[in-house]
């Protein structure tokens, strides 16, 4: 409850009032504070928003316990035996609701409790005016208004979709809503192949469910290096997961199996029809934003064709006083849908709106990350990106099997590549499939950052035997065979 009372009809005035109370609202409530401003924020389901509540926090908690059950059934070193390790779901979901209220209450629940300069307003929140909200019967006045309402699972027109109340989204992730899965389930289809999908996909794999991935491309995360997709692909299905490609849902339906009521889904998948059955399905067909009935288009500000938030370098919108940031502007300005993003550019809308900073965004360098088995990370430009911008490419891709980390630890599965400018050996970009892909990802973040040459990852000393290592390795393999070097030459 807002710590300022408002009876109905009354008004309150703020230095900023901001849609939303994820991420980027609090990373821009927080920077307001400290310029010295007052604070509304408004929410209608959790404090705290996706990204702790149903999102990043709360998968990557249940992933790490499916990759204790998968390793303990799987052992990659001989001379260590199978563990059937036994799951008990509904006690995983409790822990996992356990970590995520102790982490929101310790790290945005308190903020606001702790702050006498910002206030929390509850209930669905529209626009009605360049300065004015309204949420329920309550009205809040905002010198400057912030958009950061984020966005939500897209769910696609499926026919007979609809006519499965049951079906599930991300939102399954979710803590004490109606949506929140509490039982294992026997087989799981999942509609989309994108990184919810694959994460969510092989968690449930590893805890016990048949899965089977539907995805409409050709090639999976289209967007990325191919190799990405060649190397996933085989991977998974050799774990034992069913993909399926450039297949689409033509439809939905419940049918009655031999045991129980299932769902069948008919694909059309290269001129011919499958039809698949499982217990249930999970829509993973991408994000939408949050910009529909909160008042944007009455109050003059523009939206795409998507129906995200138009806004400038600066994060202002068509009205002069009304910014925004994190998901619900989706890709524009070159920004991703992802918590850092979004929580980095909230501070900055903060200073542009109240301390007219001037600052510009730049997401040239954004390092991003798949919590698959072998993880999937990348920063800056894949090879076609690169081509299509105009440089002369130079590119190089070196298995994991000739990384010394990777092969003492029997974790081989997997690929780094780096993209270079062939004229200046400036690094454009990095994508690696492998174990802590995430992880090694920021030195190439970093590197591309200050602007690094191939030289300066290659001359770099690295502590060995790290993943990490790759890079180094990657970077020598454009100037010798490193595949005839001894450990640490290079």
């Keep these: 409850m807002p710590k300022k009372s408002l009876s109905k009809g009354e008004r309150a005035s703020y230095d900023l009032v901001i849609l939303g109370s994820g991420s980027t609202a609090f990373a821009a409530a927080l920077r307001a504070v400290e310029l010295g401003a007052r604070v509304a924020m408004t929410e209608h389901r959790t404090l705290g928003g996706t990204c702790v509540a149903r999102g990043c926090l709360p998968s990557k908690n249940l992933i790490a316990a499916a990759r204790l059950v998968w390793e303990a059934r799987h052992p990659r070193y001989r001379g260590l035996s199978q563990a059937q390790m036994a799951v008990d779901f509904d006690t995983l979901v409790k822990q996992k609701d356990e970590l ?5 209450q310790g790290r945005y629940q308190s903020i606001v ?10 209930g669905r929140a529209r626009l009605a005016g ?6 329920g019967d309550r009205r809040l006045r905002g010198e400057h208004v912030l958009i950061a309402t984020g966005s939500r ?49 092989q968690m449930f794999h590893r805890l016990g469910s048949r899965v089977t991935l539907i995805e409409p491309s050709e090639r999976l995360l289209p967007r990325m290096e191919p190799e990405v997709g060649d190397t996933l692909v085989p991977l998974l299905r050799k774990e034992g997961l069913e993909v399926f490609l450039g297949a689409r849902v033509t439809r939905v339906e419940r049918t009655d199996g031999p045991d129980r009521r299932q ?19 999970l829509v ?10 909160i008042g944007l288009e009455e109050a003059g500000v523009e939206l795409d064709a998507q129906g995200f938030v138009r806004v400038d370098r600066l994060l202002r919108t068509s009205r002069p006083n009304i910014w925004a940031a994190g998901d619900v502007i989706g890709l524009q300005q070159g920004s991703q849908l992802a918590t850092p993003v979004g929580a980095f550019d909230g501070a900055i809308a903060a200073e542009n709106a109240l301390a007219g900073a001037g600052r510009e965004v730049d997401h040239t360098v954004v390092p991003r990350a798949i919590f698959t088995e072998p993880e999937v990370a990348s920063v800056g430009l894949t090879e ?6 105009g440089h002369r490419c130079a590119c190089r891709v070196l298995e994991l099997e000739w990384v010394p980390k990777a ?5 081989t599965d997997g690929f780094i590549k780096m993209v270079a400018d062939r004229d200046s050996h400036r690094v454009l970009g990095v994508t690696m499939v492998g174990h802590d892909a995430s992880e090694a990802i920021h030195e190439a973040a970093m590197g591309l950052e200050l602007g690094a040459r191939i030289e300066h990852f290659r001359q770099m000393i690295h502590v060995y035997p790290t993943m990490a290592e790759a890079l180094k390795l990657v970077a020598t393999s454009f100037f010798k065979d490193v595949r005839r070097l001894s450990c640490c030459a290079d």
Aim: proline share 7%.
């Design 100 to 104: 995520v209220s102790h982490y929101r």
């Design 113 to 122: 409790d702790e702050s006498d300069a910002i206030d929390v307003y509850y």
């Design 130 to 135: 360049e300065h004015e909200v309204v949420v």
């Design 153 to 201: 699972p897209l769910i696609p027109p499926v026919p007979g979709l609809g006519g499965v109340p049951s079906y599930l989204t991300s939102d399954l992730l979710t803590v004490g809503e109606p949506q929140e899965l509490h039982e294992l389930p026997g087989s799981l289809a999942i509609i989309g192949a994108g990184y919810v999908a694959l994460e969510l996909g």
């Design 263 to 281: 769902v069948a889904l008919r694909l059309q998948t290269g001129g011919h029809g499958d039809v698949i059955l499982a217990d249930q399905v």
């Design 284 to 293: 993973a067909a991408g994000r939408q934003p949050n910009t529909d009935g």
């Design 384 to 389: 076609e990106q690169a081509v299509r911008t």
């Design 407 to 411: 092969r003492a630890t029997y974790r």
